[in-house]
């Protein structure tokens, strides 16, 4: 009989063994009696949790893969995993270190514990602080620069006509200050968010572990407190400030008032305890041979586009009104139609998952949240054609006059446009206008497709122009790319275009099958071949797997290229 029992099996308290017991810690994994359930949570260096024994969670064992009528009851610290008592005695554990499983239940559980309580007590609420603290700076910043426009007003006011151009000079150089100023701030702010947005992720995760008790779960968690301990870089920008001068009328602009250079600097993260450096993302070398690891069929006649929602579903637009979201099987899994009834010109997928799509048959630009369609944007004297979510969750869209002699690039925050970019610096058009596409089918307007790289360029796949064209966040010309130099039997006809985390630009070459790869300065890398069909729609998932729609076959190509 076991000693702990009576003739009537009695259970009895796990300390003192003598009366029996009536709680149970869900910590520790023990028994206790009345008196020794009051000693043990007296105990402040842990958050013991007693329940009444009848209530305490049950511990799930799973079966042995490899004896099916057992369960993983003992744990093996050499292999670092639960194992069955013919594993650990005769199989491939024999000879190996065993303990016993609830004794590394309860010690996985305790450091959980206190992995949740650092991350709600100490780390979040430092992330919420400094996103208060950088939301409090953004607010200032329209005063101190207000100031800095009404100084320049009221020299230019004093000069009168003969200094009209130098202020319309300094007002636009304190603008465009402005908008950097709140870009890097904006930017810090989505950092925070997005640390906090996994903070909260990895706090539900552990406290869903903690309440399922699972071994699996709790023996392969691996703690990533240290990671977050290091806070992230705070920028810290110093407005400029305005230096009037007395007037000289023959030196006007000088005497007008310098405005130094915009000063942005980051400050490296604070850490909080005994914290590691924060390291630069991992850099992705280009396979020398990229493979297809996934193909789907989508159902469409002809395909166009395609935009990722995550790494196994994605969204697509063919020759007709509807849009669909697959899977990686090529199963249907959502489908929404055009409120126009008629084609949308281009898909994209915002940062918070919404879908939203382009109709040049009304002129507007929609979002799709939880199936309901929102018209977001409807032009006038303008036809939408591509569009993209940037790293801002602004909306950038490439349009078409109602004549289709202009075309342009405008970011919108929501329904207000804040940037239209349309001529270089000597008054050229950026973008060709007035192209159209043939193909089997018929024909349509040129789509020009286009991408935010991660340094915040805009890439514009210019069809008619052959090129693409790509500027910066300020709508300054970076470069043109008409296709490799050495390849001069071919011409370049670039359809979709998409950029990954490492500032990659991939554009879709129509007519020879094939995707370029270019840095974000514009130098051919490589080209991706896998045996691709008139390839138009690009998009890449979080782990830079690239998608191509192909146009004939209407099938998406999942292939690994990093």
């Not at 499983?101 to 007590?121: H, Y």
Request: hydrophobic letters at 30%; aromatic letters at 6%; one cysteine or more.
């Amino acid at each position: 009989m076991h000693p702990r029992r009576s003739a009537q099996e009695v259970l009895l308290c796990d300390l003192c063994e003598t009366v029996p017991l009536q709680s149970h810690c869900e910590l520790c994994n023990i028994n206790l009696c009345v008196n020794c359930a009051g000693k043990h949570v007296s105990d402040s260096s842990k958050r013991h949790n007693v329940v009444p024994f009848l209530h305490r969670k049950s511990t799930n064992y799973h079966k042995c893969p490899d004896h099916a009528d057992k369960y993983c009851e003992i744990y093996c610290e050499k292999c670092d995993i639960p194992v069955c008592s013919t594993c650990a005695l005769f199989g491939k554990h024999k000879g190996h270190e065993m303990s016993d499983i609830l004794e590394k239940l309860s010690a996985k559980t305790e450091s959980l514990q206190k992995d949740l309580e650092e991350l709600e007590t100490r780390i979040y609420p430092r992330y919420e602080e400094m996103s208060s603290n950088v939301e409090t700076e953004k607010a200032e910043i329209e005063t101190k620069y207000g100031k800095l426009t009404t100084d320049a007003d009221e020299q230019g006011e004093i000069l009168h006509r003969e200094i009209t151009a130098i202020v319309n000079l300094r007002k636009s150089a304190i603008t465009e200050m402005k908008t950097k100023h709140l870009d890097a701030l904006h930017k810090n702010t989505e950092e925070i968010t997005q640390k906090m947005a996994e903070l909260k992720q990895i706090m539900s995760d552990l406290k869903s572990m903690l309440k399922s008790n699972d071994v699996s779960l709790t023996s392969t968690y691996k703690s990533r407190n240290s990671e977050f301990r290091t806070l992230p870089p705070k920028v810290r920008v110093t407005v400029p400030s305005f230096s009037p001068q007395k007037i000289n009328k023959d030196q006007l602009n000088e005497m007008f008032g310098s405005l130094p250079p915009l000063s942005i600097n980051t400050e490296h993260g604070v850490a909080m305890k005994s914290a590691e450096a924060v390291t630069s993302p991992p850099v992705k070398p280009l396979l020398d041979e990229p493979r297809v690891t996934a193909t789907i069929d989508t159902g469409y006649i002809q395909l166009f586009s395609v935009s990722c929602l995550s790494e196994d579903q994605v969204w697509t637009r063919g020759i007709n009104k509807t849009m669909k979201l697959l899977n990686l099987q090529s199963e249907l899994l959502t489908s929404i139609q055009t409120k126009s009834g008629d084609w949308p010109t281009d898909i994209a997928v915002t940062r918070d998952g919404d879908l939203v799509y382009t109709d040049y048959r009304d002129n507007t630009v929609n979002l799709i949240k939880n199936k309901q369609i929102q018209t977001v944007i409807t032009l006038h004297g303008w036809i939408p054609r591509g569009v993209c979510c940037t790293a801002g969750n602004d909306l950038l869209v490439t349009m078409e006059s109602d004549d289709g002699e202009q075309s342009k690039v405008v970011r919108y925050s929501g329904s207000t446009e804040k940037q239209s970019i349309q001529f270089d610096d000597q008054g050229r058009p950026l973008y060709s206008s007035g192209d159209i596409i043939t193909f089997s089918g018929g024909v349509i307007l040129n789509t020009k497709h286009l991408s935010e790289n991660k340094n915040l360029d805009i890439c514009v796949a210019d069809n008619g122009a052959r090129a693409v064209v790509v500027v910066n966040q300020s709508g300054k010309l970076r470069f043109r790319y008409t296709g490799h130099p050495s390849n001069t039997k071919q011409s370049f006809n670039p359809r979709g275009i998409t950029t990954d985390s490492q500032s990659h630009i991939l554009t879709a070459n129509w007519d020879n099958n094939r995707i370029h790869i270019l840095d974000q300065d514009g130098q051919f890398l490589r080209y991706i071949h896998c045996d691709l069909m008139f390839p138009w729609g690009l998009c890449v998932d979080i782990r830079d797997n690239l998608f191509v729609a192909e146009f004939d076959t209407a099938k998406v190509k999942k292939i690994q290229y990093l």
